[in-house]
Structure formats: structure tokens, C-alpha cells
């Protein structure tokens, strides 16, 4: 067989490869959360008053949320109740001063990094990438920042922007995601200790992909990061983000705010390799990733597009959106997600058409396999003023065996008549005539499955940046390791 | 080549094949014949290892070994290939892709180093030419979206790629109008060779018209029931295949009254 395929095989005989903790001493809040316990996080990262006092606002509303029991219920999955104040909202790595270069960083926390394949030394780059690292819940390093300070790309952890260009923060910070917006936003919104900052300026195209690299060390620790990304006008950035956890027994809590501003002619391409802990073959542990994405296509001619390869944590709760407003404004949304073992997906998108001419792009491919559940929940607005809004949805289901399952939860709403909503989904088993097709072809079973559900996925991995695209097809072969008997 | 003894073979509980006997040397071409649900498919699945059928008891050599020991991959890296009546569609994995994979693992099975992308390029465009098929069947996905037709033909495809000792056709002229036939025949044709040995299934004779056998064997109830050289094809045409089970009624109650 070709190289790729025997590096998969090589793969599928392992289990979760990232499961391993690194001995760090690390600074952490007390377990809980209270009022007090935000005031220490934002007196930690010696935020402004404004601020604190977005915080706190926010605290209050998730106060409000959980005391009404509005934590979402809707989706199709199950968990035991979240007990809030068994997680612990703020774990940094302990460090001495502050870091004057990425040579101050722990040998161990560097050390992390390259064995998860993700190089942060500068002789060791990753060729035209460049990374910010987000170890629990503070961002340990940026690479390749000088480089991009000199086309005017600002691209950092949100802490230092908080810092160096308040400005900006306080201009977006929840334009898109307001801090009660929902259950998970809210908590996010009061207890956020890291993330990723990135300012594309007018008519800049960013000359290299941006990445940040997420990875939960400690236990009980919730991650709660932050990512704000701004493309001006007639700028264009692809961003990818990564990410890993401990396998552990308990469940640990993932819950992040992403929010993508584009205005005029300005494009964002972000993508994401989900793979969290999933939990073992029985079902325990892992990451609960209950995650709030959303763009907004303010300018006319703008686009944001959404690939996502989900093949971590044991639930995914996870909505990437547009929200359309600017006049021929383009979304997409390309997604595989995988359920294995015990995993439960729900996961879907939003396509809000608010301009004239707006256009949407649905594709959304679903795996199930053992006792996995995977749902596809997607919602089309066309508002009345979205004259000539087009919608194309696609939502395809591959089923392993006959314990797992597939579900799809298409919502349209539709209030303009000039509209043109299409939805196609289909849900299909990975039939044995096709797989007896490649094995009397003389191809292996196993290569058979990763060649016949890569197929299934192609029209997604082509949307990703090419050596993500790589990746995410060997993260697949893990992911369904064990699933055809 | 293939020597099948005594064969008996059920799906879930259903008998199927009751007792095939059947030697195919190098270099020969078997027909095949048989009203429909004779057990002419599964004879045909059965020996490429297709594993929704069970042995009850027989046997089967190839190349002097069990074939029964092996598995679907391991028949067809051993050489055996089956067009299938029903090419299957695999969404999304390019065609070429799915090709060169096939010969590479077969390639690799007989030590020999694997095709690189222009190599296999130059080898599977000289046979497209032959079979006269367009070179945009490359970036296709795998049967996606083609004809009956064009189906079939992308299996003879396959075939003259992987140079399989024994292939087993089964079907292969159903859903084919005249032209397509002709073409098929021929690429058929022109894998014969005194080292391979050729099955060829079908219910019509009009194949035959095309492919010239060596031997015609009809299957009826699970069970060859008649066999001779390819005039039995032509008189099959003719008559029907009513008066060769009556035929076969009478000699098994004769059978029967001698036990």
C-alpha cells in the first residue's frame, strides 16, 4: 500500500497517543467559582476595570442561568450535572519573571510541544506557520511575531492584547458573542484566562497560517480561552486550531468563546482538528467541549468559512455560525465529525442572512461508530430584508455496525419569498459489497475502511489547509480504530 | 488451476450449491449457464471469498492449495479476480486511486517495488485505449455516477490491470447494449492466454457469441446438470433450458431408485 495508508494502519493500532501529563508545578485558583474567584483571575492578569467589570456582568448573568436551570438541555446528549464548583477556573505553569524570549520557557513545557508534533523553538519552526500555544489556561509562547509585526498582522495571546491594544479588545469583545449569550458563553465570558488575538489590517493578506495550539496539563482544571480574530477590510487570514488533553477519568470541561469579525471584502478561513481526550473504550473520561463559535460578515463582500474535523471528546456541543449582514456576504461550514466508543456529537451550524445577495454553504458529514451518537443540528434564517439569499445544505451520515447512531435536526426559517433554501442529507451504512469490492481487489480490510471513509469525507479535508489536511485523515484511522470487527 | 469437489453451499440456512463438481485448467474457458436462482452468482462470489456464504462440505483447490483457507484479499492477491454483476459505488475515492492501490498491493504481495504515480499512469492509459475508454473515468470516484456500462467496462479495466490467472465473469453482459458488448468481449479477449484460465457466468447465450468457450456447463438447482463444448450454448439458445431439467428430473429419480 501507498506510505499514507501504512502510516495509518501504523496509527489505528494505537489508542489516544496524547495522553500523557507533563510534571509541571503550576499556580492555581482554589476549586470553585464564585465572584472572588474571577476578581482573582482578572487581579492575575492585571486586567483594566472595564474589564473586571465584563466579568463580573458576565458572572452575574451565568449566576441568573444556572439558578433558572438554563444550561441547554435540547441537544441529544447525556451527562451526569455539571457540578460548578468541582473545577478549578485558572491553572498557569509556575514561572519565575517574566518570559523575555521563548528560551525562558520550562524545557518541559517546550518539551510538551514537540511531542505532540508542534515545535515552538525557532531552529525547529514549522515551516510558514506560525502558533501560539495555549498550555492550560494561559498562553505559553508565539512564534514567528516579529515577522508578522512587520506587515502590521498582530497576532498574540488575548492577555497581551488585553495589555497592548485594549483598544481593539474592548472595540470586539462580545460584538459577536455577547457574555449572555448562552450558558456555556456566559461562564466563559466571567472566568476566560487565555487565548488567541489576531488583528488582520486593511488590505493584508497574512502571509502565513496562523495556529494556536491548545493543551489541557492539569487536572480538574476547566479551559476557558478566548479567541478574537478581526480581518479589516480587503484582508485575508487562515487560522487553524489544534488541540489535546490528558487521558484521565474523570471528565474535564472545555468551554471556549470564539468570535470572527469580517469586514468589508475581508475573508477568514478557520479551521479546527478537535481531537480532546474521548474518553476510553467504555466510555470514561474525556473532554465535555461545549464550545460557542460564531462569525460575523459585517462588510459587504466579505466570507467567513468554517472547516471543522471533530475526532475528540466524549461530547461535542458545538455550533460554528455567520451571521451574514453585510450584502453579498459568503458563510460556509464544512464538518466532519466522528463518534466512536461511547462518544455523543451534537454539532451543527448557524446561517444567519441578514444582507441582500448572502449566500451560505452547508456540508456536514457525520461517523458513527460503536456505541456512538452523532446528531447534525443546523439552523437557516433568511431575515425579511435578505433579498436573493441562497442556502445549500448537505448533510451525510456514515453508520459502523448497528449500536451507534445518526440524527439530523435541520431548522429552516425562512422570510423572504426571493429565497432559495436546499437541503439533501443522506445517511448510509459502510456496506459490506463495498468493502468485500476493495478486499477482492487484494486491498487489506483496514485499508479498505480508511480509504472508504476518507472518501466519505474528501469534499471536507479538500477545505483544509494541506498539511492539516494530512493530519486529519491519520486522526481519522485512530479515531475508528476497532470499528469494523 | 481450480478443481471444485463435491461442493455444497448454504446462505444462513439455505442450501444453495448442492454438490458442484467442477476443473478448470490454465488456458480454458468455462461458460457458465443456468436459469436464474440456479446458485450461478453464488458460485461465482463464493470462490472470489465472499464470506455471507458457508461451506456445508466439498472442497476447493487452486494452484494445488485450499482455497478455502484464504480469505477475500488473500484469492485475490493469489490471482483470482470476479467482475462483478453489480459494481459497487465508492463515493469519493478517486478511481485511479482505487487502481493503484489494487496493483500495488498485489505488486507488493510479489515482492515487487510499488508503481509510482506516472508509471501507473502510462501503464492504465494503455489499457483505457483499448477498451476504448475516456481518461476522465481517472478522476472519477470509484463506479460513482457511471452507466451499467460504463460499470463493466471499468471492471475489465481492473482485469487487464491486475493480470489475474483465473477470472470469474459474472454476468458481465447484463445491462450491456451491442457496442458496449463488442467492447467487452474484446477486452476479455484479449486477456486469454494459455496461463490463464477464464469463468465466464451468464443466463444468455449471446455472450458466447462473442467469448467462444471451451466447455458450457449448465448449473440448475444448485447442481451442474449438463456440461459440453460450446454447441450446448447454442442449443441452450434454441431449446430453452425446460427440456435439460427434465432431463435431469428423470436421471435423478433414476439416481434415487438406484440407492
Not at chain 1, 441529544?76 to 485558572?90: R, W
Amino acid at each position: 500500500m501507498t506510505g499514507s495508508n501504512a502510516s495509518i494502519r501504523e496509527l489505528t493500532e494505537k489508542s489516544y497517543q496524547y495522553g500523557f501529563v507533563t510534571a509541571i508545578e503550576s499556580d492555581n485558583a482554589p476549586m470553585g467559582l464564585s465572584e472572588e474567584i474571577v476578581r482573582f483571575i482578572s487581579f492575575k492578569k492585571n486586567e483594566p476595570q472595564w474589564l473586571l467589570d465584563w466579568r463580573l456582568k458576565a458572572y452575574r448573568q451565568w449566576c441568573q442561568l444556572l439558578e433558572n436551570e438554563k444550561e441547554p438541555m435540547w441537544a441529544k446528549v447525556h451527562h451526569p450535572k455539571i457540578d460548578f464548583n468541582q473545577i478549578i477556573y485558572y491553572s498557569a505553569p509556575k514561572q519565575k519573571k517574566q518570559l523575555a524570549s521563548l528560551d525562558e520557557v520550562d524545557p518541559e513545557i517546550l518539551a510538551t510541544y514537540e511531542k505532540l508534533g508542534i515545535p515552538l523553538r525557532e531552529q525547529a519552526k514549522l515551516a510558514n506557520v506560525a502558533v501560539d500555544a495555549v498550555f492550560d489556561s494561559v498562553s505559553v509562547a508565539t512564534t514567528f511575531k516579529d515577522r508578522l509585526a512587520k506587515v502590521g498582522v498582530i497576532f498574540c495571546s488575548f492577555s497581551e492584547a488585553v495589555q497592548k491594544h485594549p483598544e481593539l479588545v474592548q472595540k470586539y469583545l462580545g460584538s459577536v458573542v455577547p457574555a449572555g449569550d448562552n450558558f456555556y458563553a456566559a461562564l466563559n465570558s466571567a472566568v476566560f484566562s487565555d487565548g488567541s488575538f489576531c488583528y488582520i489590517p486593511k488590505g493584508v493578506r497574512c502571509p502565513m497560517e496562523l495556529s494556536t495550539y491548545f493543551r489541557i496539563n492539569s487536572a480538574n482544571t476547566g479551559q476557558f480561552e478566548r479567541t478574537l480574530l478581526i480581518a479589516e477590510e480587503s484582508s485575508y487570514v487562515s487560522y487553524l486550531e489544534g488541540c489535546t488533553a490528558p487521558m484521565r477519568d474523570e471528565n474535564q470541561l472545555h468551554a471556549a468563546v470564539v468570535e470572527l469579525i469580517a469586514l468589508d471584502h475581508a475573508e477568514i478561513k478557520y479551521s479546527t482538528v478537535q481531537n480532546w481526550y474521548p474518553g476510553d473504550e467504555n466510555g470514561k473520561g474525556g473532554i465535555y467541549n461545549f464550545v460557542t463559535k460564531r462569525g460575523a460578515c459585517r462588510g459587504k463582500k466579505s466570507k467567513i468559512s468554517w472547516t471543522q474535523v471533530e475526532t475528540g471528546s466524549a461530547i461535542t456541543w458545538k455550533y460554528p455560525s455567520v451571521i451574514l449582514q453585510g450584502d453579498d456576504s459568503v458563510g460556509e461550514f464544512y464538518s466532519v465529525a466522528v463518534t466512536n466508543h461511547y462518544q455523543q456529537a451534537d454539532t451543527g451550524t448557524k446561517m444567519i442572512h441578514i444582507g441582500k445577495n448572502t449566500s451560505s454553504t452547508i456540508i456536514s458529514k457525520g461517523i458513527s461508530a460503536g456505541h456512538g451518537q452523532n446528531s447534525y443540528r443546523g439552523l437557516v434564517r433568511i431575515q425579511k430584508g435578505a433579498e436573493n439569499a441562497r442556502n445549500y445544505s448537505q448533510c451525510d451520515s456514515l453508520i459502523f455496525g448497528n449500536q451507534g447512531g445518526a440524527h439530523t435536526f435541520p431548522y429552516i426559517e425562512v422570510k423572504n419569498n426571493s429565497a432559495q433554501v436546499e437541503h439533501e442529507a443522506s445517511t448510509s451504512k459502510i456496506s459490506e459489497d463495498q468493502l468485500f469490492y476493495c478486499r477482492q481487489r487484494g486491498i487489506a480490510t483496514e485499508d479498505a475502511v480508511s480509504m472508504i471513509v476518507n472518501g466519505f469525507c474528501k469534499s471536507v479535508f479538500r477545505k483544509l489547509p494541506m498539511e492539516f489536511a494530512v493530519e486529519a485523515q491519520k486522526l481519522l484511522g485512530v479515531s475508528l480504530e476497532g470499528a469494523i470487527g | 488451476m481450480l478443481e471444485i469437489k463435491k461442493l455444497h453451499v448454504k446462505i444462513d440456512e439455505t442450501p444453495i450449491l448442492k454438490g458442484i463438481d467442477l476443473k478448470v485448467n490454465a488456458g480454458e474457458v468455462h461458460a457458465i449457464m443456468g436459469p436464474n436462482g440456479s446458485g450461478k452468482s453464488t458460485l461465482a462470489q463464493f470462490l472470489a471469498g465472499r464470506e455471507i456464504y458457508n461451506v456445508i462440505s466439498g472442497e476447493v483447490t487452486y494452484q494445488g492449495k485450499n482455497l478455502l483457507d484464504l480469505s477475500a484479499e488473500d484469492r485475490a492477491l493469489a490471482g483470482i479476480f470476479l467482475a462483478f454483476q453489480y459494481p459497487v459505488e465508492i463515493p469519493g475515492v478517486n478511481n485511479t486511486y482505487f487502481l493503484k492501490a489494487a496493483l500495488n498491493a498485489k505488486r507488493k504481495r510479489q515482492g515487487l517495488p510499488e508503481l509510482d504515480a506516472v508509471d501507473f499512469l502510462k501503464l492504465v492509459k494503455a489499457k483505457m485505449a483499448h477498451l476504448k475508454m475516456d481518461e476522465k473515468f481517472l478522476q472519477r470516484g470509484v463506479n460513482e455516477g457511471f452507466s451499467g456500462g460504463e460499470k463493466k467496462r471499468n471492471e475489465i479495466l481492473q482485469m487487464a490491470i491486475l493480470e489475474p490467472h483465473l477470472c470469474i465473469l459474472d454476468e458481465t453482459d447484463s445491462g450491456l447494449d451491442i457496442d458496449a458488448l463488442r467492447i467487452v468481449a474484446e477486452g476479455v479477449n484479449a486477456l486469454r492466454s494459455p496461463d490463464r484460465a477464464m469463468i465466464v457466468v451468464t443466463h444468455y447465450q449471446r455472450l458466447l457469441d462473442y467469448i467462444t468457450p471451451d466447455f458450457v456447463h449448465v448449473l440448475a438447482g444448485g447442481r451442474i446438470v449438463k456440461s459440453g463444448g460450446k454447441e450446448l450454448a447454442l442449443l441452450l439458445e434454441e431449446k430453452g433450458y425446460s427440456w435439460i431439467l427434465e432431463q435431469d428430473k428423470h436421471s435423478s429419480f433414476v439416481a434415487g431408485a438406484s440407492l
